[in-house]
């Protein structure tokens, strides 16, 4: 991934594709510690990507349904690539612990909602997506 600051320990092809089905849907890439920094200042959804088959299969698609028609800023950061961003992003998330993938919703500064691996893992596309809405619909 050119340009950016990444520690590629998974093939580069499947970030990729991870990362450019996120970027479709609006969340633009935050790779750095100062990109997390300059970024997470007004109303926006974060999504921590991952390469599992939870994001894949459930979370990147239920994101393709709910985000793209949203007028919301929305940014992600990479979970075992973008290490550095992903470690400020969730310095950032507070009582929440680490996890990936992850969906947090940041209104007035301050965690609104969070929708953690649990929130995904084993749950129909159809459920995340109901997740997703009900806290989008926070920042409108």
Known sequence: VA???VD??????VVNKHRSR????GASPLTSRDDVEGGLREDCVVVVNS??????NT??????????????TAYQV???????????????FGEYGPSSPAVAII???????????EDILRHEQEDVEGL???SFDTLT
Do not use: H, W
Request: hydrophobic share 40%; proline share 5%; charged share 25%.
């Open 107 to 117: 209104k007035d500064g301050e965690i609104s909602s969070y929708i953690a691996r």
């Open 78 to 92: 990479f979970a075992g690539v973008d290490d550095e961003a992903t470690a400020a992003a969730r310095n950032r």
């Open 51 to 56: 390469v599992c088959g939870c994001a894949a």
């Open 3 to 5: 340009g950016q600051n």
């Open 22 to 25: 996120v970027e479709a849907t």
């Open 59 to 72: 979370l990147i698609p239920a994101l393709e349904a709910t985000l793209a028609d949203r007028d919301i």
């Open 132 to 134: 997703l809405r009900t």
């Open 8 to 13: 590629m320990t998974y093939p580069e092809p």
